[in-house]
T-cell receptor, first 113, second 110 residues
Framework: GAGVSQSPSNKVTEKGKDVELRCDPI?????LYWYRQSLGQGLEFLIYFQGNSAPDKSGLPSDRFSAERTGGSVSTLTIQRTQQEDSAVYLC???????????FGPGTRLTVT | KNEVEQSPQNLTAQEGEFITINCSYSVGISALHWLQQHPGGGIVSLFM???GKKKHGRLIATINIQEKHSSLHITASHPRDSAVYICAVRSWTSGSRLTFGEGTQLTVNP
């Protein structure tokens, strides 16, 4: 079946612009996660959605970052007024629930110039 | 000190060798994940475990909750096993979030 998909695969933007990154989770997966992997760095948790519960936003690095999940399916991560330090690969993952293994998407490589 | 420490950071092996990657953590956990990241960047979940041992093909993962330690073993290693292996934990106090180790870069030479 279809896995987790993300779009775009690559995004180059100018400093100060807003960007939107999209994640389509596996159908039926109630849990959705966003992670970030900066060049040469480990994975970093950003935000987590579980069903209709309030999202866990504890990993968002600043108020320029926000995310939403519409209809319990597709999620969008928005970065406002991008900075060069936002350059990274942004990964989305989904799972049946928090206690199940996570399936990762291919990521969106964001470059802020 | 990071909550999740992996060793070694880099590992080079010859095809056929038995490989062990270690993960130590400092918090109480509800689950530990082993992930594989290929050179192209894609991440695959290998194991999720909270006790004991799991085996999938040539891969074996073990965890000792009392010692706060997990190991990932690869038997009969192959060049296609070359990847970054990442340990991640979900702690009792962190809710849903995973905390990741820095990863172990494995290179298996033919």
């Amino acid at each position: 079946g279809a896995g987790v998909s993300q779009s775009p695969s690559n995004k180059v933007t100018e400093k100060g612009k807003d960007v939107e990154l999209r994640c389509d989770p596996i159908s039926g997966h109630t849990a959705l996660y966003w992670y970030r992997q900066s060049l040469g760095q480990g994975l970093e948790f950003l935000i987590y959605f579980q069903g209709n519960s309030a999202p866990d936003k504890s990993g968002l690095p600043s108020d320029r970052f926000s995310a939403e999940r519409t209809g319990g399916s597709v999620s969008t991560l928005t970065i406002q007024r991008t900075q060069q330090e936002d350059s990274a690969v942004y990964l989305c993952a989904s799972s049946l629930a928090v206690t199940y293994e996570q399936y990762f998407g291919p990521g969106t490589r964001l470059t802020v110039t | 000190k990071n909550e999740v420490e992996q060793s070694p950071q880099n590992l080079t092996a010859q095809e056929g060798e038995f490989i062990t990657i270690n993960c130590s953590y400092s918090v109480g956990i509800s689950a530990l994940h082993w992930l594989q990241q290929h050179p192209g960047g894609g991440i695959v979940s290998l194991f999720m475990l909270s006790s004991g041992k799991k085996k999938h093909g040539r891969l074996i993962a073990t965890i000792n909750i009392q010692e706060k330690h997990s190991s990932l073993h690869i038997t009969a290693s192959h060049p296609r096993d070359s990847a970054v292996y990442i340990c991640a934990v979900r702690s009792w106090t962190s809710g849903s979030r995973l905390t990741f180790g820095e990863g172990t870069q494995l290179t298996v030479n033919p």
